[in-house]
């Protein structure tokens, strides 16, 4: 079993910069791929990033790439979601997920456990 704790999020005003942070325990080094997801109100979940824990390969939704970066500790214990340039439509609860399986993207169903998110909160 993983566990999953995210921290980090908070209110920023529009164009500004926050750090998620997202701290793995049990059986960590099961992990093959991790990722942020992002949830507003009266919508879909959605990947935002997500990066390969062997091999450190990223991947980034088109609406962040370019602002977001995702990364992790050496230990793979922590991962961390920069995002900078923040705009008035990323404000969600933004989720930390693992899996195990060998292949994953920026789908929900693919991951398999997921943490209790952190809010962010934009404003102009």
Same mark, same amino acid.
């Given at each position: 079993?993983? %566990?999953?704790?995210?921290?980090?999020?908070?209110?920023?005003?529009?164009?500004?910069?926050?750090?998620?942070?997202?701290?793995?325990?049990? !059986?960590?080094?099961?992990?093959?791929?991790?990722?942020?997801?992002?949830?507003?109100?009266? %919508?879909?979940?959605?990947?935002?990033?997500?990066?390969?824990?062997?091999?450190?390969?990223?991947?980034?939704?088109?609406?962040?790439?370019?602002?977001?970066?995702?990364?992790? !500790?050496?230990?793979?214990?922590?991962?961390?979601?920069?995002?900078?340039?923040? %705009?008035?439509? !990323?404000?969600?609860?933004?989720?930390?997920?693992?899996?195990?399986?060998?292949?994953?993207?920026?789908?929900?169903?693919?991951?398999?456990?997921?943490?209790?998110?952190?809010?962010?909160?934009?404003?102009?």
């Amino acid at each position: 079993q993983v %566990k999953l704790v995210e921290s980090g999020g908070g209110s920023v005003q529009a164009g500004g910069s926050l750090m998620l942070s997202c701290a793995v325990s049990g !059986d960590a080094a099961s992990n093959r791929c991790m990722g942020w997801f992002r949830q507003a109100p009266g %919508k879909e979940r959605e990947g935002v990033a997500q990066i390969y824990n062997y091999g450190g390969l990223e991947n980034y939704a088109s609406s962040v790439k370019g602002r977001f970066s995702i990364s992790q !500790d050496n230990a793979k214990t922590t991962m961390y979601l920069r995002m900078n340039s923040l %705009k008035l439509d !990323d404000p969600a609860m933004y989720y930390c997920a693992a899996t195990a399986f060998l292949t994953c993207g920026l789908g929900k169903e693919a991951y398999e456990f997921w943490g209790q998110g952190t809010q962010v909160t934009v404003s102009s």
